[in-house]
């Protein structure tokens, strides 16, 4: 999956920034990929979020709480686009 320069951008920060085994302090630089990608059109699904994490260091048998990140995405995805059908 190609990711434009500044999903890139975003996406690194959080992959250059996460602690892999505990990423409870983490989540919102992961948000900040995600309203990225909203904002932009950005359409990832998540196996294409799953294969940015592995490529980008994440292992196969990682913590659950970095298994949960694809459905975040795509939750996170949901959220803001109910949010702007609310408005």
Do not use: Q
Not at 74 to 86: S, T
């Amino acid at each position: 999956m190609h990711l434009p320069p500044g999903a890139r951008t975003r996406f690194e920060f959080f992959l250059n920034n996460a602690n892999f085994s505990d990423l409870s302090n983490d989540y919102d630089k992961f948000y900040l990929f995600i309203c990225y990608c909203y904002k932009h059109a950005v359409r990832l699904n998540e196996v294409d979020v799953e294969n940015l994490l592995l490529r980008g260091g994440f292992e196969p048998n990682w913590p659950e709480k970095a298994k949960s990140l694809p459905h975040i995405y795509l939750h996170g995805r949901k959220i803001l686009e109910a949010r702007r059908r609310v408005r």
